[in-house]
């Protein structure tokens, strides 16, 4: 009941009720900015430990005033503490709240009716490190289950991005990059430069040697290709025995280099494989302009060109021309 003797203390109540609110519904939604997460976990501790106290003590208050246990002190307790992440924090506040309470007892008790003093703040404080702890733990277990479906998610991305004979992007992944990179390089009018290699005589390879060498040279291949990039650039396996990399912010004569010292790579490979021969051959094209299908029907002609020209070679198909030229 409301009345002047105990007006302070619901005042005081209402005031906690009001911060505890607050606490919940502003500092949780600051705590998901990073930066001010530790700041933001501070103020929280510091108005968490205040409302637990604040809890006990008008807890023996209201005891001493004969109004019975206080369900609100420990409402009160648990609204502080789902936004809690640690246990020790939480043991912190228990403490603190012990302390007040024998404050509490010692500042108003009346010496011969001490003992429901005791019983309801100590039930008060028992009951909101149980509820609170299975708060933590579901927490817990909520928080263990959403590490752990992300980290699944984040592999099914990966596996769903990825050739899983060679781990280079896999065709979609690879024409999505192309798009992507292509539109870019358009709206900055940045030089993209591709390069479509094809491996020579694969199909002898399979035949002489087996097919699981026959993978180990696309897997050997596919390293060779990878040295011969940055990280700002893709390569990844088209199918087969082919693959395609996109060389960003690569002219023409920047992409010629790349593609002979890739060439060059791989056939530093027959030295590891000494009955096998193998070589690759490379069709390069500058982006101009032209949709996805078009640039890659252009670097499509290039390698062609490459394999007519006797295999082991780069071709390219010069930019302003529909004449083929040969590097
Ligand atoms: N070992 C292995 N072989 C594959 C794989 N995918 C496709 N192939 C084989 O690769 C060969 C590709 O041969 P082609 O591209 O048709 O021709 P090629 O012998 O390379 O001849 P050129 O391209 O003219 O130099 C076929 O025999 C396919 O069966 C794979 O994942 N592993």
Known sequence: MLNAANLPYTLLYSFSLIVATANILVLGKLKSLSKLSSFVSFIEALFSTFLASVAVFWSI?????GHGITPFAILMMLLCFPLQGQLNLLLGIISTAFVCLMFGLIRYADIDNIWPGIV??????????????????IRLENFEMISKLSSINKQLHRLSQEDHLTKLLNRRAIDNALKRELTRSERFDHPLSLLMIDVDNFKQINDGFGHVFGDQVLVDISQCIKKHIRDVDYVGRMGGDEFLVILI????????????????????????????????????TVAQGESVVALLEKADKALYLAKKAGKNKVRNIFIHSDKPSIS
């Open 249 to 284: 912010e690569t002219n023409q004569d920047n992409a010629l280099q790349i593609a002979d010292r890739m060439r060059n790579e791989v056939m530093n490979l027959n030295n590891q494989h000494k009955d096998c021969h193998v070589s690759i051959s490379v069709g390069l």
């Open 61 to 65: 208050l209201s005891v001493n005033d």
């Open 120 to 137: 309801t703040g100590f039930t008060s404080a028992v009951a909101c490190f149980v509820v609170a702890n299975l708060i933590e733990r």
